[in-house]
Structures are given as C-alpha cells and as structure tokens.
C-alpha cells in the first residue's frame, strides 16, 4: 500500500474521539517509550499533551542530543524564477498576480553562486514557480551544472517530477528534494489550488517517494500551517516521513513546520497557529522519529528560532531572500512571501556558537 492509500486511511479516524479517550497517564507512558507508534504521535500532539511540554521538551532535547551532537547544517535558498501556471491562493508567484516575472541567465546563476559561497555556505536549495516553459528540466539541470562547481549539496525544491525525471536531475548532481504537500486534507487542497498542475494532489503527494525511488540522498516534506486543523496535518506529515523512512531506510528524511506569511494577494490562513502549537509540534515529532531531521526557516522570528533550537531543530537557513536573483545584488523581483528572521550568515553562526551549537556548512562530499 504506497502513502497515498495510508493516508486516506489515517483520516478516516476520529481524531476527536481519540483525543477526548487520553489522560494524563497516556502521554507520561508515551514520553519515555523507547518507540512510539503513529497513534503515540498522534497523542502527544493532543491537548492533554499540552500540560507536558515541558516534559517532551527534556525528552526531545536529550533525543537530539543523542543522535545529532549540537551541530545544526546551514543552507540557503536561491531562486531561479518566478514564473508559475498555478494558481494557488497562498503563494505570491500565483499566475494570475500581477508581479515582477524573472528567470536567472546562467551568468546570473554563476554571480548568485559566488555571491552565496562567499559566505561559506555549501548546502544551497534552488526553486522555481511552476512552468515547464520557462523552467524546463534542461534549465534546471543547465543551472545545477553551473552549481554544482560551487557547492557540495544542491537540493530543489520545484514541481513534481517524474521518476525519471528526478534520476536526470540525480545523475547531473542533485542530491535533496523538499516537497511541501501544502495541506494533507485532499478536499482543503482542492480548494486553495484554483487551477494548473498542482491541482493534482496525489501527484505532488507521491513525488518524494519517486524521488526516493530514483536514488535521492535527502528529502524534505512539510505542510503549510494555517490552511486547516494543525493537529491532523502535523500528524499526516509525521506519518508521510515515517513512512518514506521504512520503505526507503538509506534516505535521509526531514520535516519542516512552516506557518504561513504575509505575500502578494493577501491569502489569510483560515487557522491561527500559535508559537506553543509549533512548540508542540516540533516536540512530538522529535519523540516519534528520533533520527528524522527538523528544518526550520527564516519564516520564523529571530527570537523564536533561537528558542526553539534546543528543542529538536537540525536545519537552518541563513541569509534568506525569496525574490529572483536575491544574493548578488541585481535588479529585485517580487518575493513569494516575506521572510521574518533576516540575520545574514556570519549573524546566525554568532548565535549558533554563543548557544553552544556547531554550525555546519558541509556535511558531505560529492564524487565525481
């Protein structure tokens, strides 16, 4: 049974139900348990969990500890072009708002790359909106060419691809995928994507798994908070990752919580989520998949992304800009959405060493 069908299985439950059955006991058994089920998961984001925050957060931090030292990896994201088909109510690249449309030459390509590795940085995840035509795989693959000079680690984060299409992309020197379902409620995510090719939920939602399948060292997935009830989608985005971790046990797989921000055409979240909900989030996730990576971006606050570092965090970005061509200085471009935390690099890895962390700019080597 792939993901898709698991999923659609999980949200046949009542999670209410199940919820209002738990006490206090349940999440004390549950916090120490050397292994936890999907259904401990699901328990330890209930609200009957929220009295033991602190309890997770000790358990989370010696998990982390254990399996991840006090480093943290930093990256950065690049841009390659804006131009999208979709029209997703969210996202300020949607292709009916009216915007600053650009695509990176491969010259720029080069001069954001010099830009970026100047500051030490070799992990880099490029994105493009969604256009077969102005953001075919041959650019991608021209521009990760051109990367891969300068970098030891190039991820993407674009449309869904096909298997093989992914194994092209590998073979030229990609090695990570993110993926953000967006909202694991088939019915949510029919109705904030209006139209295009990302209307079609199963093909996004199995794509991590065809990259998985084509030899992908790492994948990211993630949904984004806002659009319905925290608690399900935290859970189906655990459960995805728990998933692809048994079927594919050589890949490295990471989640990130991202809530929404503000963007051109003015989309508000239907749910609020608060600070000690991304708390508890992080917390449970971190208990039900020791080894699994946590991301977690410049859409968060300064201070709140220094607070929730000890708590299970092990990817950072740093020196974000979510417009084209954003790291070199050229000619500005309409962003996709406004970041929060704007510290540059040389600002993170002073925060990272006065917490006591290590930051982390290569944590592999690409052959050949």
């Not at 590998?170 to 994507?193: C, N, W």
Request: aromatic share 10%; with cysteine.
């Amino acid at each position: 049974m792939g993901f898709y069908q698991e999923c659609k299985e999980y949200q046949k439950s009542d999670f209410n139900s199940f919820f209002n059955k738990l006490t206090d006991e349940d999440i004390r058994r549950i916090i120490y348990k050397s292994r936890l089920s999907p259904w401990d998961y699901l328990a330890l984001l209930s609200p009957v969990a929220e009295r033991h925050l602190e309890e997770m957060a000790q358990r989370a931090q010696q998990l982390t500890l254990q399996h991840f030292g006090r480093s943290i990896l930093l990256f950065t994201p690049l841009y390659l072009a804006n131009y999208c088909v979709n029209q997703c109510v969210y996202c300020g690249f949607g292709a009916k708002n009216l915007i600053n449309r650009k695509k990176l030459t491969l010259d720029e390509v080069a001069a954001e790359a010099k830009a970026i590795a100047a500051t030490g940085l070799k992990h880099i995840l490029i994105l493009t909106g969604e256009s077969r035509v102005h953001s075919s795989v041959q650019y991608i693959r021209d521009c990760v060419e051109v990367l891969k000079e300068y970098f030891t680690s190039v991820s993407i984060e674009i449309y869904p691809l096909e298997e093989e299409e992914y194994a092209d992309l590998i073979a030229t020197g990609v090695d990570g995928l993110t993926m953000y379902q967006e909202v694991y409620d088939e019915a949510e995510y029919d109705k904030i994507h209006l139209a295009g090719p990302k209307k079609n939920y199963r093909f996004r939602l199995e794509a991590p798994e065809r990259a998985c399948r084509a030899g992908i060292r790492t994948v990211n997935i993630g949904a984004l908070l806002g659009f319905y009830d925290w608690r399900s989608e935290a859970f189906l985005t655990g459960v995805h990752a728990n998933y692809l971790q048994s079927q594919y046990p050589a890949v490295e797989v990471s989640i990130s919580p991202p809530r929404m921000r503000p963007h051109v055409g003015g989309y508000m979240p239907r749910e609020k989520i608060t600070d000690k909900n991304l708390v508890q989030y992080i917390l449970a996730y971190r208990l039900f998949m020791p080894r699994g990576g946590i991301t977690l971006s410049t859409r968060e606050s300064a201070e709140l992304r220094d607070h929730l570092l000890p708590l299970g965090v092990t990817k950072m970005s740093a020196g974000s800009s979510t417009n084209v061509g954003g790291h070199a200085g050229g000619e500005p471009s309409t962003s996709q959405f406004d970041i929060s935390d704007e510290r540059d690099v040389p600002a993170m890895v002073k925060m990272l060493y006065n917490q006591g962390y290590q930051p982390v700019f290569k944590d592999w080597q690409m052959l050949g």
